[in-house]
């Protein structure tokens, strides 16, 4: 079983930074597909990024594309998402979610990941 604990978001303004944290009770972050996910009120959870560690790849949602980056350090087992440039449709529930294998065909669907965070809010005013 894996557990995921995101941190660090809050409530900023219209062109501010947040980094948002996920660690990981064990080592997947360097082997597995891992993604952050964001869900607004009335809205589906959609992928915002993705990150496979077995080929240091990293995939974004056009929406923040240039603006939002995904990391991870695997010494701490803990996967990142910085936000630069944030606009109020950022505001989100943001989720960080594993894969439960290695075979991930669309990084952007809820159903390819089996361990989920509880989230962490994300407030951008304008």
């Known amino acids: 079983q894996v557990q995921l604990v995101e941190s660090g978001g809050g409530s900023v303004q219209a062109g501010g930074s947040l980094r948002l944290s996920c660690a990981a009770s064990?080592?997947?972050?360097?082997?597995?597909?891992m993604g952050w996910f964001r869900q607004a009120p009335g809205k589906e959870r959609e992928g915002v990024a993705a990150?496979?560690?077995?080929?240091?790849?990293?995939y974004y949602d056009d929406s923040v594309k240039g603006r939002f980056t995904i990391s991870q350090d695997n010494a701490k087992n803990t996967l990142y998402l910085q936000m630069n440039s944030l606009k109020p449709e950022d505001t989100a529930l943001y989720y960080c979610?594993?894969?439960?294998?290695?075979?991930?065909?669309?990084?952007?669907?809820?159903?390819?990941?089996?361990?989920w965070g509880q989230g962490t809010q994300v407030t951008v005013s304008s």
């Open positions: 990150f496979y560690g077995s080929y240091g790849s990293a």
């Open positions: 979610a594993a894969s439960a294998t290695r075979a991930v065909r669309n990084w952007k669907r809820t159903y390819e990941y089996g361990y």
């Open positions: 064990r080592y997947i972050v360097s082997s597995y597909w």
